[in-house]
C-alpha cells in the first residue's frame, strides 16, 4: 500500500517561497512509469494541477505557473517537494500530492491517479 503525506508550513507570507514536500512510503519514487505529482484546492474552487516529477527525474509543470514552480526529488529519502516562489493570497489551497501513471486505451491515453496525500492547508497572508 502507497502512501504519501504532505508536510510544511501552514502560512506563507506574500512574496516568499512555499515549500512543501511529500514523502513517500511503501513505494519507490523511481519506480518505472510512475508520475509524482503537486496539484491545489483555493477554497471554493476546483482541483488544480501544477506540476510532477517522473520516475527519471523529468519535470513537468503546468503553463500557467511554470514561472513560479519547481519540483525536485531526493531519492534516498523517498521524498519530493514543491517550491511556489512569489506567493500571494490566491495560492492559498489545499495543496496534495497524488502518484498517478499514464495508460492507453482505444486510441487515447489516460492520466489515472491512484494514490492521493490528505493534503495540508496552506495560507498565504501577512
Known amino acids: 500500500q502507497v502512501q504519501l503525506q504532505e508536510s510544511g508550513p501552514g502560512l506563507v507570507k506574500p512574496s516568499q517561497t512555499l515549500s512543501l514536500t511529500c514523502t513517500v512510503s511503501g513505494g519507490s519514487i523511481t519506480t518505472s512509469s510512475y508520475y509524482w505529482n503537486w496539484i491545489r484546492q483555493p477554497p471554493g474552487k476546483g482541483l488544480e494541477w501544477m506540476g510532477a516529477?517522473?520516475?527519471?527525474?523529468?519535470?513537468y509543470y503546468s503553463p500557467s505557473l511554470k514561472s513560479r514552480t519547481s519540483i525536485s526529488r531526493d531519492t534516498s529519502k523517498n521524498q519530493f517537494t514543491l517550491q511556489l516562489s512569489s506567493v500571494t493570497p490566491e495560492d492559498t489551497a489545499v495543496y496534495y500530492c497524488?502518484?498517478?501513471?499514464?495508460?492507453?486505451?482505444?486510441?487515447?491515453?489516460?492520466?489515472?491517479?491512484?494514490?492521493w496525500g490528505q493534503g495540508t492547508q496552506v495560507t498565504v497572508s501577512s
Open positions: 516529477i517522473d520516475y527519471s527525474g523529468g519535470t
Open positions: 497524488a502518484r498517478a501513471f499514464s495508460i492507453y486505451y482505444r486510441g487515447t491515453y489516460y492520466y489515472v491517479y491512484d494514490y
